[in-house]
């Protein structure tokens, strides 16, 4: 007996159990997990320059412990200047205090006596109906300014605790951990970088060994993901810092090369770092300024900048270089910094990058790419059907516009609209989408389209590629061509657009409004047309597709033959066959084709619609 396979319930309860259990193993093992996440980050920022020195011939030892030594002492320098800068801050302090009760003097006229006093009222009332509760201490008398009341036999008496402060040797230990975690960083950083080809081949060796082209790009992937975006917002935070720092020196803040630095590092966190590197100098300025211009100036500075490098520069650079979505990051930001406090913060960017080059390339995994990427996740014929199934007229018509930016009218046709359409007939004849709202999609999908053509101001001419230049002359556009619907509302909005685009070249041409086949056949007779086109929609347009034209042809024997099979992507010379030998036309898939075709001066014979390179591309798209 064969094994059964899990249901999908089954599987999908597994992968939650795993993802619960990758979150707690990622939770409890962090003291190891975090300085193994840091090498990596910094192996990532120094490759590209240990590779560098290589090219130049230097050794890969020397390279790395070079690279790994200037780091470390551009980064004690940094260290030491913003120490001792701090150092004077601390000794400034004092000299500010008289502006600072200058303006705590301001803040306290400026609120109004009568809003201080009932202030002081509420506070007084609030501390009698406390008193007056069973089993509560007395206030601290320096607080209330009051003597306390004297203490009744067996009353509790108020005890507090006042820690002394700790010893040196309490402060140095307290530094020998963060010590010991960079220590144990900076060797694992030199050993990645020495041993980084190694390490990739082994890591392939153990994961993708059987998927080795999958895993190979995924590892590119990532790798020039993280180091192209850890880069962009190394230059971006360095540039911050400095325009910071030569602003906030032309106000006149003193230790501005302080504030700079700080504006630089707090740069790498995400949300709330600017703000937190904002709020000290602001704070300073209001200390050492008389009056409240220049801090004002410094506030309004720092806003200035954040709006041009949040909105414009960063967008720019590294927008689109990480492949997460806004709402991801700040996601993200959260989730790693609930595991690994504020390092997970810092680290939060580069690991969701991970996971979302993990999800494109690993289909089990491809709902973190839909979850955390950018990228839509809903092509433009699938938006549009979705707003018109949700009747939202306006995101639908939004839809459109944005494709119009970049594409022409018959592409947008071809490759939104009429994909959309199939998609809600196959919901009609799969009895998921009821009549009448079809029928209110078809009208007003032929409502918007209207609109959108008399828009698009002068003739639009199809593509190069749809039109061959020997047909660009072709005298037989000038006869009256006639698209009759073969059954739905559908093939009728399609007829209307084919209708829309021969006359923006300047073609003669009509199509009749869907009605009984007998009606539709009767008028066409009457109009007596050069050309008529059958206009059926697929799927489950091919019967009706074919009644119609036998209709056609014992009303018209000789009449030019069209029969659009729109949205379809079989053989075409399959369905030739299908319609039998006495059918003389062509058979297209497209609009695009179609056009093409009802410029050739004989459409006696019947032929197979070629498509344009281009068609075939929008075609496998679908």
Not at 227 to 245: C, E, H, M, P, R
Not at 254 to 267: D, E
Not at 463 to 479: R, T, Y
Request: glycine residues 8%.
């Amino acid at each position: 007996m064969s094994q059964r396979r899990p249901s999908t319930e089954i599987a999908h309860l597994f992968g939650l159990i795993a993802g619960i259990a990758a979150v707690v193993a990622l939770y409890f093992a962090r003291a190891v997990l975090v300085p193994f996440a840091l090498a990596m980050l910094l192996s990532f920022v120094l490759t590209p320059l240990v590779k560098q020195l290589q090219r130049l011939r230097l050794p890969r030892v020397p390279s790395v412990i070079l690279v790994v030594f200037l780091a470390v002492a551009g980064a004690v320098f940094v260290g030491i200047v913003v120490t001792n800068q701090l150092i004077d801050v601390t000794t400034q302090l004092p000299t500010y205090r008289a502006n600072i009760q200058k303006k705590l003097t301001f803040l306290h006229n400026k609120a109004g006596t009568g809003v201080l006093k009932a202030t002081e009222a509420v506070s007084e009332l609030g501390t009698e109906v406390v008193e007056t509760l069973p089993g509560t201490t007395r206030p601290n008398p320096s607080r209330t300014g009051r003597s306390p009341a004297p203490l009744k036999p067996g009353e509790p008496v108020e005890v507090r605790v006042i820690q002394t402060p700790g010893s040196s040797l309490e402060v140095l230990l307290s530094l020998v951990e963060p010590l010991g975690i960079a220590g144990v960083v900076l060797v694992l950083t030199i050993f990645i970088l020495l041993r980084l080809e190694d390490l990739r081949n082994r890591f392939i060796r153990l994961v993708g060994h059987n998927h080795i082209t999958l895993m190979t790009q995924a590892l590119d992937d990532a790798s020039r993901r993280i180091s192209t975006y850890l880069f962009l917002q190394f230059v971006v935070s360095a540039v911050y810092g400095t325009v910071i720092g030569l602003g906030l020196h032309l106000i006149g803040l003193p230790n501005a090369l302080l504030w700079g630095v700080i504006a630089s590092v707090f740069r790498f966190v995400p949300y709330v770092g600017s703000p937190l590197a904002a709020f000290l100098p602001i704070a300073l300025s209001l200390a050492v300024f008389d009056g409240w211009t220049k801090s004002l100036m410094i506030l309004g500075f720092y806003l200035v900048i954040e709006v041009v490098v949040g909105n414009f520069v960063e967008p720019m650079l590294y927008g689109a270089k990480t492949g997460i979505s806004s709402l991801a990051i700040l996601v993200a930001a959260v989730f790693w910094t609930l595991l690994w406090g504020p390092i997970g913060l810092v680290l939060s960017t580069p690991l969701t990058v991970c996971l979302v080059v993990v999800g494109r390339h690993v289909p089990q995994l491809g709902f973190l790419h839909v979850l955390l990427g950018d990228q839509p996740v809903l092509t433009p014929e699938l938006r549009f059907y979705q707003r018109m199934l949700a009747a939202d007229l306006g995101e639908a018509r939004q839809v459109l516009e944005q494709y119009l930016q970049s594409s022409s009218l018959l592409e947008l046709y071809d490759s939104v609209v009429i994909p959309a359409l199939g998609m809600a007939q196959r919901d009609r004849q799969q009895n998921d989408l009821d009549e009448a709202a079809a029928e209110t999609i078809y009208q007003n999908t032929r409502e918007m389209l209207d609109e959108l053509n008399e828009e698009c101001l002068g003739p639009q001419k199809p593509d190069a590629d749809s039109v061959p230049e020997e047909h660009e002359a072709a005298i037989s556009c000038g006869g009256k061509i006639i698209c009759i619907p073969s059954r739905t509302g559908a093939d009728e909005t399609v007829a209307t657009m084919l209708v829309q685009l021969l006359e923006r070249e300047g073609c003669q041409a009509a199509c009749i409004p869907l009605r009984s086949q007998v009606e539709m056949i009767g008028h066409l007779a009457e109009a007596q047309p050069d050309m008529v086109v059958v206009s059926a929609l697929q799927p489950f347009g091919l019967t009706h597709a074919k009644r119609s034209v036998a209709q056609v042809r014992n009303r018209l024997p000789n009449v030019n033959l069209v029969i659009g099979l729109w949205n379809f992507t079989g053989e075409v010379q399959g369905i030739l066959t299908r319609l039998g030998s006495q059918v003389r036309g062509v058979v297209v898939p497209s609009l695009a084709a179609a056009l093409r075709d009802l410029r050739q001066p004989n459409l006696d014979q019947p032929t197979n619609a070629e498509l344009s390179p281009r068609e075939h591309e929008a075609v496998a798209s679908r």
